[in-house]
């Protein structure tokens, strides 16, 4: 098949040039003198993402799943209650798991499209006056439906009702892309993954945690092994692992951490929400069709669930977009099964690479019987990336370049020969 695939699932998202370069080395001893350096380096990186001083990131080699249950099972024992609102298929498989080790969840449940119910939130915490409730599990970015939730708000609620709960956070698809304050916010466990936001392959799980949560650890009885906090402790304060590391993504990550630098996580966050603006006018305005998410307060900068209208199999349109036009786009999981399809807007990204999807997505549509006017979708992004100011990352020119001394000039190379 000619010319390349676009990826525009929310997740494994674009690997940049750079950090796909970055990762392709030699495997080296990770028991040797050089390797502490490239772990502090990482976790000086991860802080930073974070916007951490307090916590201790963690990276293990697993999807971002497998610190969920390092979250809850290095803090909580069995039949402890956590409180958890479900609104997506990743809000409730972070539930699933809870009751699967054995919690008790009280769960909240939510209208799919909607985000964390934080007048319900605070009314639990503040009867909860035995402080029954040990964590409180909130989803930042809902990938299922593209909803973002309102964290410090949570962490509001909590301080209102006095309450003591650790607070929970899965940002797997928001670290790096949306603006999380794991410090400011006072959040305990934040659970994240190497494929999304930080736009490197799967398989690193990443975590952070505050030293509330790692106290927790002697008292909580729930089983952990592999993913047991105090090992990983132990072994990175040497700048070592308690067993092998994922040595390439490490070093995709050291690279992934660097352009986030570079280009300021402050402006890596603009750029999300100036991208994601963008693919929303192309929705609404353009299609005039519904995002998945009922309210502006939960418009997610890193994926955009689209409904389809009745009678339109949104099975079909991915399918489509795929076999015809090489585009792979996110389909509606669960609940939303069929109904909608997803735009991944995270990670390596700008305007013009967004309007492959746009225009991918409208064909597709357009071939499954939509009726929308064609061209409307690109247009109505082309005028909002147009209209509003750019965030730096979009439109950094290069400084001229210094011809290095080594290399002969044309001139001087002319005049020699
Ligand atoms: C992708 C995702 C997960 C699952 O992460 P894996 O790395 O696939 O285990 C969990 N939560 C959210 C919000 C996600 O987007």
């Given at each position: 098949m000619a010319g390349r695939n676009f990826l525009f699932v929310p997740g494994p998202t674009n690997v940049p040039d750079r950090i796909q370069r970055a990762m392709m080395v030699s495997m080296e001893d990770h028991?040797?003198?050089?390797f502490p350096q490239i772990t502090h380096t990482i976790m000086a990186g991860l802080r930073e993402v974070f916007r951490t001083q307090a916590g201790t990131p963690f990276i293990f080699p697993s999807s971002g799943t497998g610190c969920w249950e390092a979250a809850l099972t290095n803090t909580l024992s069995p039949g402890d209650k956590v409180l958890a609102a479900r609104f997506g298929q990743f809000s409730h498989l972070w539930i699933d798991m809870c009751e699967r080790l054995g919690l008790d969840v009280q769960i909240v449940e939510c209208e799919w499209g909607t985000g964390v119910p934080l007048q319900q939130y605070e009314e639990i915490l503040k009867a909860d006056t035995q402080h029954q409730i040990k964590a409180v599990l909130i989803c930042h970015n809902e990938t299922a439906t593209g909803v973002t939730s309102d964290i410090a708000g949570v962490r509001e609620a909590l301080d209102e009702a006095a309450h003591p709960a650790l607070l929970f956070v899965d940002c797997v698809s928001s670290l790096g892309c949306i603006d999380l304050r794991f410090d400011d916010w006072r959040i305990d466990m934040a659970v994240s993954g190497s494929q999304k936001g930080l736009m490197l392959p799967a398989g690193l799980g990443i975590l952070c945690a505050s030293p509330k949560a790692l106290a927790m650890y002697p008292s909580s009885k729930l089983k952990r092994a592999y993913f047991d906090l105090p090992d990983m402790i132990q072994s990175n304060a040497t700048g070592y692992f308690p067993y092998t590391p994922a040595l390439p993504l490490m070093y995709g990550l050291i690279e992934a951490l660097k352009m986030i630098r570079e280009e300021g996580l402050d402006n890596v966050i603009a750029r999300h929400h100036y991208l994601a603006e963008g693919v929303r006018a192309a929705v609404?305005?353009?299609?005039q069709l519904k995002l998945c998410a009922k309210e502006q307060r939960w418009h997610s900068d890193t994926v955009s669930a689209v409904m389809l209208p009745e009678g339109i199999a949104g099975t079909e349109v991915i399918s489509r977009a795929y076999q015809r036009y090489n585009l792979s786009l996110g389909g509606g999981l669960s609940k939303v099964a069929g109904k909608l399809f997803r735009i991944g807007h995270l990670g390596d990204m700008n305007e013009i690479h967004l309007m492959a999807a746009i225009n991918g997505a409208e064909m597709a549509m357009l071939d499954c019987g939509v009726t929308l006017q064609p061209g409307s979708g690109a247009a109505a992004a082309g005028h909002y990336w147009r209209t509003h100011e750019a965030p730096s990352g979009l439109c950094a020119m290069p400084e001229p370049r210094e011809v290095p001394s080594n290399t002969p000039r044309p001139n001087t190379a002319l005049a020699t020969s």
């Open positions: 028991r040797s003198p050089r609404t305005q353009g299609w």
